[in-house]
């Protein structure tokens, strides 16, 4: 029905910057909301960033910054264009999603395998 795909994680060194993308694809309508968590070994998934179809943007404090948001809406994909990572935010990176399919039904909580983002000390 529905698919997420995140890329472009890596291993960076402190202080450095990656971009983040995932591409929602399947019986979609409209995407209503885009957006990034993370969750690391042990540990609870947080929410790093979120951008909605209305414009409305958010971000985890610790990001805010540091981290911005974007998505290309006629290719249903968002990016995470993160600078100046830190150690502590060594982590796998989800997509998630809400979105419309053709039929009309709604998926609120659409996942991404998730990427892998080590940042280095």
């Known amino acids: 029905q529905v698919q997420l795909v995140e890329s472009g994680g890596g291993l960076v060194q402190a202080g450095g910057s990656l971009r983040l993308s995932c591409t929602a694809s399947g019986s979609i309508f409209s995407v209503r909301r885009m957006g990034w968590y993370r969750q690391a070994p042990g540990k609870q998934r947080e929410l790093v960033a979120a951008?909605?179809?209305?414009?409305?943007?958010n971000y985890a404090d610790s990001v805010k910054g540091r981290f911005t948001i974007s998505k290309d809406n006629a290719k249903n994909t968002v990016y995470l264009q993160m600078n100046s990572l830190k150690p502590e935010e060594t982590a796998v990176y989800y997509c998630?999603?809400?979105?419309?399919?053709?039929?009309?039904?709604?998926?609120?909580?659409?996942w991404g395998q998730g990427t892998q983002v080590t940042v280095s000390s």
């Open positions: 951008d909605t179809s209305g414009g409305s943007t």
């Open positions: 998630n999603a809400a979105l419309i399919l053709t039929s009309g039904a709604w998926v609120n909580d659409a």
